[in-house]
T-cell receptor, first 115, second 113 residues
């Protein structure tokens, strides 16, 4: 059973460009979460999605950031007009429906560098 | 009220020793407390988790101790090994009724051979 998959693993963008980060949850998991990790810091929650629905986006910056989890295909975190401060590791996690136990399983992350 | 405070920031332990990492939380609504292990360049891996209806949970060399009244919980790594050298994060969640995890700032553990 494959784990959470993220691509690309590394992404370099120039200021002003768009960054698209993809996440495929574990098989059977219908809940996806995105977290951001700045260097030497803990993970900060960004958004929680279920298929075709954004459940909690309270951690998302108000501008330039958006996320989706379509009926088919991976979840996508989109950052428009990137700035240097967006450089970070972005992790996706997934959990099974029901979440009776609360576990979230993380992918390997996408390391975004803005030059 | 959503903060989770973790200490120490870094920890050096000799092989075979006990590593202890502490976390404190404020929001009494939290009802799920996982610990994650992260190696450089990798994603966090779920290590062990506890709910507040028990005071201790043990899995192999890893033990969580939970003190509900003090709003504190800790990770104990027995017989620490060099391969345990990693960054450890505590977290707190709201269980089925809410899904975000609030993470501590992390503890960088080094186990010397």
């Amino acid at each position: 059973n494959a784990g959470v998959m993220q691509n690309p693993r590394h992404l370099v963008r120039r200021r002003g460009q768009e960054a698209r980060l993809r996440c495929s949850p574990m098989k059977g998991h219908s809940h996806v979460y995105w977290y951001r990790q700045l260097p030497e810091e803990g993970l900060k929650f960004m958004v929680y999605l279920q298929k075709e629905n954004i459940i909690d986006e309270s951690g998302m910056p108000k501008e330039r950031f958006s996320a989706e989890f379509p009926k088919e295909g991976p979840s996508i975190l989109r950052i428009q007009q990137v700035v240097r401060g967006d450089s970070a590791a972005y992790f996706c996690a997934s959990s099974p429906p029901g979440r009776a136990l609360g576990e979230q399983y993380f992918g390997p992350g996408t390391r975004l560098t803005v030059t | 009220q959503q903060q989770v405070k973790q200490s120490p920031q870094s920890l050096i332990v000799q092989k075979g020793g006990i590593s202890i990492i502490n976390c404190a939380y404020e929001n009494t609504a939290f009802d799920y407390f996982p610990w994650y292990q992260q190696f450089p360049g990798k994603g966090p891996a779920l290590l062990i988790a506890i709910r507040p209806d028990v005071s201790e949970k043990k899995e192999g060399r890893f033990t969580i101790s939970f003190n509900k009244s003090a709003k504190q919980f800790s990770l104990h790594i027995m017989d620490s090994q060099p391969g345990d050298s990693a960054t450890y994060f505590c977290a707190a969640g709201l269980g089925p009724s809410g899904s975000r995890l609030t993470f501590g700032e992390g503890t960088q553990l080094t186990v010397n051979p």
